[in-house]
């Protein structure tokens, strides 16, 4: 049923082992076998991927119930910890992994020595109910789910630039000088992206990437001017210096919250308890 559900979810036999964490070969052994099995036809290999049958789609919902049980088991079980010991599964938008989380696990391992973080990066919020991820940090206050969740950190986010660029720059007048390091079209829709295309002509764009660690890489070596809260500002970069006037005529910056999610079931299992109460309150003290 594992093997169904991750089919079907990836539709194709190479996503559905990437989600197994085994090999496309196996997933066609394992696929051929349960249609011998039952003696039914689940899948339609097609050159673009896998079509599930009309039995196969009648199966998913008794292999998701499957799927929530099994991971209700695992709760159980895990509620039984008596200390903070184990792998814990962290997803974060990446550059909160990267400068906000990563840089602090010492002083976490350091206090809980048996615990480790298995970080997961990713613009895409993870599936909690389906333990893709034990905590999630999220820009958005979870809509469904027995979920428990609460605001860590917010911060106005401002435009950030190098301390070269900005001792060349000094206090601008006017962001015509300024050239800026923007979503691509993708996250478009983003409000820091969204503020850059109101501000900034297209002339002014030098870089569009789907990434935050690429567009702090180029910050930091000169390139232009990029938005993020200035208390967790990556090193190198510092608060892009403008006159008062300036400050004024610009439309307002937009805000980012931070907040942690977790399952109800998990939230007070030792080692989970310990990763959420640290980045609660040391972590995003913003």
Not at 249 to 268: N, S
């Amino acid at each position: 049923m594992r093997v169904l559900l991750a089919a079907h979810r990836a539709g194709t036999l190479l996503g559905a082992a990437a989600a197994l964490d085994t090999h496309a070969s196996t997933i066609g052994r394992r696929l051929d076998a349960l249609e011998a099995d039952l003696g039914a036809h689940l899948f339609d290999r097609t050159a673009s991927g896998l079509v599930a049958t009309e039995l196969a789609e009648s199966l998913l919902p008794i292999a998701e119930a499957m799927e929530a049980r099994a991971a209700d088991v695992r709760r159980a079980v895990e509620g039984r910890e008596t200390e903070p010991r184990g792998w814990v599964r962290v997803t974060a938008p990446p550059g909160v992994a990267t400068f906000a989380i990563a840089p602090r696990l010492p002083a976490l391992y350091a206090r809980y020595p048996g615990l480790r973080v298995e970080l997961l990066p990713s613009i895409g919020y993870a599936d909690l109910t389906r333990r893709e991820a034990d905590i999630a940090l999220r820009a958005q206050l979870p809509a469904s789910g027995d979920l428990v969740s609460t605001r860590v950190g917010e911060a106005e986010l401002e435009p950030l630039v190098s301390e070269a660029l900005d001792a060349e720059l000094g206090a601008v007048r006017s962001l015509a000088r300024v050239s800026w390091l923007q979503w691509s079209d993708s996250l478009a829709h983003l409000p820091d992206a969204r503020w850059i295309a109101e501000v900034a002509d297209e002339a002014q764009i030098a870089l569009r990437c789907s990434s935050f660690e690429p567009m702090v890489l180029a910050a930091q070596a000169g390139l232009g001017a990029l938005l993020g809260a200035a208390a967790l500002a990556p090193p190198g970069l510092t608060r892009l210096r403008m006159t008062a006037g300036l400050r004024r005529r610009l439309p307002a910056l937009p805000r980012g919250a931070v907040y942690l999610v977790g399952h109800r079931a998990l939230r007070d299992v030792p080692r989970v308890a310990a990763v959420w109460d640290f980045l609660r309150d040391e972590a995003f003290a913003l």
